[in-house]
């Protein structure tokens, strides 16, 4: 495999809102990334990262039927899934909302909304080091 760049890293993004989906798409290409693969639910985010292995995942936490915390804690005890970083996104995050998760988001990187590209880069960056 060559080098680690930004255009030929996968990165897929979780949100059930369409307009958050178009922004931190439009931010990735914006700062150099051309293989986004998007998902608007949790059950969708499990499969395509079973099936496409990105990079790096930014995931919403608050979504119905499957919420971030429950994809998080299916991609651990995945074999071919528990070591892809993830990047948890939300409007707000609460010690509350954290409690919630049992723990499973507690050693992951979070990203607030509204998105811009400086709390992109720095999530990527610490995600995934220099690249």
């Known amino acids: 495999m060559g080098k680690r760049t930004r255009k030929n890293l996968k990165i897929l993004i979780v949100d059930d809102d369409e307009k958050s989906l178009k922004l931190l798409k439009a931010i990735l ?5 051309e293989h986004i693969i998007a998902a608007s639910n949790g059950k969708e985010c499990f499969t395509l990262a079973q099936d496409e292995l990105p990079d790096l995942i930014f995931l919403d936490i608050m ?12 991609l651990l005890n995945n074999e071919k899934t528990k070591n892809i970083p993830v990047v948890f996104s939300t409007a707000i995050v609460t010690d509350e ?11 992951d990187l979070f990203v607030a909304k509204p998105y811009d590209s400086g709390k992109i880069n720095r999530a990527i960056y610490a995600a995934l080091g220099a690249i």
């Open 29 to 33: 290409e914006m700062v150099g990334f």
């Open 97 to 107: 909302e954290v409690k919630n998760t049992n723990g499973v988001i507690g050693k």
């Open 63 to 74: 979504m119905p039927e499957m919420d971030g915390a429950s994809v998080r804690s299916d």
